[in-house]
């Protein structure tokens, strides 16, 4: 492929080069493998089910030491609102008032969705404002018929001359209503950091943010910050961070040809949650929570989520810290066989390592040479949560192309459905992954790991997306907890399902989690 000189210059100009939009066209014509799954990871085959006691334990390891760490939370919080509305525009673009009725059309195309956001209408915590807006800016409303009733609603919440509420970030948009106001997801994210994070009366926060977003998520804050730090006693330090231009990847047409715009630009499109590494590498903590913006519960079940937080993180401590007693023994002492096979046995019971079968053949050496590569890595520890035919990705043993086996959090979309072996583990998955995970990413001197390294780039995602009603290709990068953390030492651990309560579609704040009793 020939590129102009504009076309170079508008390459560099993104901050990427020539050789990896070269890569990217050619990861697009031939296709990504797919995942090769070994078999699913269960409770005693890859995850942890710790007894109350123990987790209580590890609760109090992680209140011990906390005040000496340096803490942070990273919420990926880019997404605009829209996805959450997509069956309502799909409604307004096919519904013909004239024709039939709302409930005609229900049945007619068996729109549960659509049914189920008109039965919670009233529950919906935006329900108040859309209602005002409707009597303050329709004189005639009150007049309405049923039908034209929730029609107006639907249009004064979506379209861009009314309220457009599609077009605000998720992180900003209100997710719960209390008796005297309502709460957005960045509002509950800090009163939830209150409760694990705190380290000498301040929390620590990073959003991940679309660059145009910036003075809302500014504007938000200051309206809340006196509020929330007086009723958690808690100061908040907040910063901010955006998807790097540099991680954009190109695009092509159904048959591998280069999409342009209107101006005959290149045309590049974000890359996924995975383009976020570079933003977790340059926060310098000892500990980084991950959690979505989306993933956030009424106040009534705000402990218990914090209580699963602090139990992952003790943890971490727990294993971080034997982890950096060996990897320090194993550069500075010398070591006797029987200290070789204990640092071995702590990375295949608590890191789930696979050693090598030649392993005892080894020079000492080499043995020493082996460890410190297995050992010397960042670790994760993630909270699983019991399958209940939730979308998204899962815990799994993986065999990667070198036939080394290791526990990997996969998506479905990564899976060779063809295949019946493959889809046969995929539907034995007992548990899926609510993305609640808790990092390392220093080495014992307090160096931060180059994150890049532990990347499997053939983990990339090629998905199907539209530009001007054209079907295209885009590239996403190794998801941020999938590919990107391949490579890391991993701890999956049972967490309670509470701990999981994305709001995908607007219907899911009608559930308990979602919901001030």
């Avoid at 102009?4 to 697009?28: A, M, P, Y």
């Avoid at 939830?192 to 380290?199: G, H, K, N, P, R």
């Avoid at 500014?218 to 808690?234: A, G, L, P, S």
Wanted: net charge neutral.
């Amino acid at each position: 492929m020939q590129f102009s000189k504009t076309d170079l210059e508008f390459i560099n100009k993104k901050g990427t080069t020539l050789k990896k939009v070269e890569q990217q066209l050619e990861l697009l014509k031939t296709g990504l493998p797919h995942v090769n799954l070994e078999r699913v990871a269960t409770i005693g085959e890859g995850i942890i089910q710790l007894s109350y006691k123990t987790a209580s334990e590890l609760i109090n390891n992680y209140d011990s030491k906390k005040e000496q760490l340096d803490i942070v939370k990273f919420v990926p919080a880019s997404g605009a609102a829209t996805r959450m509305f997509k069956f309502l525009f799909n409604f307004l673009k096919a519904y013909k008032p004239k024709k039939e009725s709302l409930n005609a059309y229900v049945n007619k195309h068996k729109a549960s969705d659509l049914s189920l956001f008109f039965i919670g209408l009233e529950k919906l915590p935006f329900y108040d404002l859309v209602i005002n807006y409707l009597q303050e800016n329709n004189p005639k409303y009150n007049q309405l018929t049923n039908d034209e009733k929730l029609v107006a609603f639907v249009k004064a919440t979506l379209d861009e001359d009314q309220l457009n509420f599609s077009a605000l970030p998720k992180g900003l948009f209100p997710f719960h209503k209390y008796k005297d106001h309502l709460a957005s997801a960045f509002e509950e994210h800090l009163f939830e950091a209150a409760l694990f994070l705190s380290v000498k009366g301040e929390a620590k926060l990073h959003f991940t943010i679309s660059e145009k977003h910036k003075d809302k998520f500014d504007e938000e804050f200051n309206r809340i910050q006196k509020i929330v730090e007086k009723k958690t006693n808690t100061k908040f330090n907040i910063s901010f961070s955006y998807q790097k231009e540099a991680t954009d990847t190109i695009a092509v047409s159904t048959k591998n040809e280069i999409i342009r715009e209107e101006n005959n630009q290149l045309y590049f499109r974000p890359s996924g949650h995975g383009a976020l590494l570079d933003n977790l590498t340059e926060l310098d903590a000892d500990i980084i929570f991950i959690k979505n913006i989306d993933n956030v519960v009424v106040y009534t079940y705000e402990e218990e989520v914090a209580k699963a937080k602090k139990m992952l993180a003790g943890l971490l401590l727990q294993v971080r810290d034997q982890a950096f007693k060996y990897a320090k023994d194993l550069d500075e002492k010398e070591l006797s066989s029987i200290d070789i096979v204990e640092v071995a046995q702590f990375l295949i019971s608590k890191l789930n390592v696979r050693i090598s079968s030649e392993f005892e053949k080894f020079s000492k050496g080499y043995q020493i040479a082996y460890l410190k590569d297995k050992l010397d890595r960042p670790i994760r520890v993630c909270g699983m949560v019991e399958n209940e035919g939730e979308p998204g990705g899962g815990p799994f043993w993986v065999k990667d192309q070198g036939a080394n086996v290791s526990l990997q959090i996969v998506e479905s979309a990564q899976i060779d459905k063809k295949s019946k072996t493959q889809k046969l583990i995929l539907k034995n998955a007992t548990h899926f992954n609510p993305v609640e995970l808790v990092c390392s990413i220093k080495n014992y001197k307090g160096e931060i790991y180059d994150l890049q390294k532990y990347v499997d780039h053939q983990t990339a995602f090629i998905t199907m997306k539209t530009k001007v009603n054209k079907d295209i290709k885009a590239l996403e990068l190794p998801g941020l907890w999938n590919g990107s953390m391949a490579n890391w030492n991993t701890v999956f651990v049972e967490v309670p399902l509470v701990t999981f309560n994305p709001v995908k579609t607007v219907n899911d704040l009608l559930k308990p989690t979602h919901q001030v009793s």
